[in-house]
């Protein structure tokens, strides 16, 4: 027996330019159908869910062994249509749209929207339309969400390193780095000022590079897999052999990357730029800074008001009922979950501190 219902579907109304959303601001949108005959429904709802999840696989000789964890943040059901007093509601043909209101995202430190090859951070709002007898009609769309701009201190906070190494084999004499950032936290799209100061005390020229590159965490079961890839590498001019110099260079963060993930207790997203000198046979000497990516700023268009939300509403009168079918009042939002260990805590993950040792 055919459906009477098709092309169910779910979507959401941006709430600004670049169509994301962050803890506590309000997500609308409507479900939306075609009958193909009158039909009774009992209930209509829809359901934001965020949630986390990592799954990878390794091989222990003969034995494959797969690592799976997941992480729930929040799960919000409001009815658009609900069953009252065992009566159910009889649709027509021209009834094939219902536009909900006023969900809003738990305000809760969330994580960012992120997708990868071992992992995802996944925010979706999910449509349910119930009918006495027959299969459930679902349909599920996906929204990104970008954790709001990270205010602490250590964020601004510049870094130094320096390093003096001699050289062997081939070269003579040594070579010193001294390499300052003026702070952690970057913008997607902003640029880093590096400024190097380089000794070059050694019998050979040597260049100065510079790499920014990002690293995946994912953990599950007492396991670590880490995932490291090159964002972008430059390469400044080549200083003289026993000569000095003091070098700045912009490295611009592409606006493409993804956001620093840093509270998810099973994904991290980080970054970090390594400045290293180019010595021909020898080690190269190397110095690496924990990088933060923010959001891009947005400016106004990020700002969500009280008038936008009130004008929206006013927008989507409802033909089934009285006086419009709506969500009336938001859920008492849950108590924000623990917040996630730090890095400490896993006995294999770098505090802001100490960070070079291991890329």
């Not at 169509?19 to 009992?42: A, I, K, P, R």
């Not at 090859?117 to 009918?131: D, F, M, P």
């Not at 400024?195 to 670590?224: E, G, H, V, W």
């Amino acid at each position: 027996m055919s459906s009477s219902v098709k092309n169910f579907t779910v979507g959401y109304n941006p709430l600004n330019k670049s169509n994301t959303f962050s803890s506590g601001d309000y997500l609308m949108g409507q479900v939306t159908f075609e009958l193909t005959n009158e039909c009774e429904v009992q209930s209509l709802f829809v359901k934001l869910k965020g949630k986390a999840q990592v799954s990878w696989t390794e091989n222990h000789g003969k034995t494959i062994v797969t690592y799976q964890s997941k992480e729930k943040y929040f799960s919000i059901k409001q009815f658009v249509i609900q069953e009252s007093m065992g009566k159910l509601m009889s649709f027509n043909l021209a009834q094939c749209c219902n536009h909900f209101k006023s969900c809003k995202i738990p305000v809760q430190d969330l994580p960012s929207s992120f997708k990868a090859s071992c992992g995802k951070i996944l925010y979706t709002v999910e449509a349910n339309l119930n009918r006495s007898m027959r299969m459930d009609s679902k349909a599920k769309a996906e929204f990104t969400l970008i954790q709001k701009r990270n205010t602490d201190p250590v964020l601004m906070s510049p870094q130094q390193n320096v390093i003096d190494k001699k050289m062997k084999l081939f070269s003579t004499g040594s070579v010193a780095m001294d390499v300052s950032i003026a702070k952690t936290g970057f913008c997607q799209g902003e640029g880093i000022r590096v400024m190097t100061s380089i000794q070059n005390k050694s019998s050979r020229d040597i260049k100065p590079k510079y790499c920014l590159y990002r690293k995946y965490s994912y953990f599950a079961n007492k396991k670590r897999k880490v995932e490291t890839k090159d964002i972008l590498k430059e390469e400044g001019e080549a200083i003289p052999h026993s000569a000095g110099q003091t070098v700045t260079r912009i490295i611009t963060v592409p606006s493409t990357v993804t956001t620093s993930v840093l509270n998810c207790n099973i994904v991290k997203v980080e970054y970090r730029l390594r400045v290293y000198l180019d010595v021909k046979y020898a080690s190269d000497p190397e110095v690496k800074f924990h990088i933060v990516i923010l959001p891009a700023l947005e400016g106004s268009d990020n700002q969500q008001s009280s008038d936008f939300l009130t004008s929206e509403f006013d927008q989507f009168p409802n033909p089934y009922m009285s006086g419009g079918m709506s969500f009336l009042q938001n859920p008492a939002a849950p108590e924000p979950s623990a917040p996630p260990p730090s890095y400490e805590t896993y006995g294999m993950y770098p505090s802001f501190t100490g960070l070079d040792r291991k890329p």
